[in-house]
């Protein structure tokens, strides 16, 4: 398993943005389809973004699509999530997850399919 550690997180007001980082030790973070994924209080962890490998494949949950963009610079081991037009609806804690692809250009978006995770940081958006 690949160790990652996110970073990034604050207080924000709506509207405005943030990046995540998720970096990774222990492991080539080139070899790992990853994802992003979000757990609001009282609320069930949910999947927010993921990218293939190469990075030539991303897919967003809807509520995302066209704010958020995840991106990943291999050289450097870190995944990115930038959130833009930020919401009070997108407060939550936001977690990386890893995996080893099973096919080629593999993505993943259910919270089984990773077996590698991060400790989470912490995003408020105020209205």
């Known amino acids: 398993q690949v160790q990652l550690v996110e970073s990034g997180g604050g207080l924000v007001q709506a509207g405005g943005s943030l990046r995540l980082s998720c970096a990774a030790s222990?492991?080539?973070?080139?070899?790992?389809?990853m994802g992003w994924f979000r757990q609001a209080p009282g609320m069930e962890r949910e999947f927010v973004a993921s990218?293939?490998?190469?990075?030539?494949?991303?897919n967003y949950v809807d509520s995302v699509k066209g704010r958020f963009t995840i991106s990943r610079d291999n050289g450097k081991n870190t995944v990115y999530l930038q959130m833009n037009s930020l919401k009070p609806e997108d407060t939550a804690v936001y977690y990386c997850?890893?995996?080893?692809?099973?096919?080629?250009?593999?993505?993943?978006?259910?919270?089984?399919?990773?077996?590698?995770w991060g400790q989470g940081t912490q995003v408020t958006v105020s209205s």
């Open positions: 997850a890893g995996r080893l692809p099973g096919i080629p250009g593999g993505i993943y978006n259910s919270i089984k399919q990773y077996d590698s």
């Open positions: 222990g492991r080539t973070l080139s070899n790992y389809a």
């Open positions: 990218i293939s490998r190469t990075g030539s494949r991303t």
